[in-house]
């Protein structure tokens, strides 16, 4: 399996936010984006009152494009120094949680992910060709298509760290 580096984002937060939310805005824009989402790593640290403090999540998130290509997505939360506060949104009294939550996105496309074209020295020498001359155009939609759901993905997240600004 090849894997091609696209483009990769980082935002970062520092200040009240809804945990919940942010959990499920980041999985629900990938599953309506059609990707299948796997979380690789969850660690949080507690505490001496046995609170989190730290928070971290790794997220593999694929999609297919064809039988060669597919887009893969790694999505890595931090989230340090969090604590509880009660604050008011309306004037009804809301615990929301607060400290320095950092997303980073690497975006690639992974070429062959089956490995059918590896397992034969022949096949090898025939792939070389077809990515080079068959597969370029598509590749360069693929990569294109790639760009474009990172920019969607991008504005989803903006938006909620936005909104969190005045909650």
Known sequence: METLAITKSRWKHNGLYDL????????DTLRVLGYDVEETK?????????STVELEMFWDARRNYDNYARIYIKCKTLIVGM???QTQIDGKPVTRDKGTLELELKVSVELDYKNLWVSNPLFSQIRWVYDRFFF????????SKAESEMNKFSNEMKAFFNMQKYV
Not at 136 to 143: G, R, V, W
Request: aromatic content about 14%; hydrophobic content about 30%; charged content about 20%.
């Open 136 to 143: 370029k155009t598509p590749l360069a939609i693929i990569k």
């Open 20 to 27: 919940t939310s942010f959990y499920n805005i980041l999985y």
């Open 42 to 50: 969850y660690r949080n640290k507690l505490g001496p009152d046995g």
């Open 83 to 85: 604590s509880k506060q």
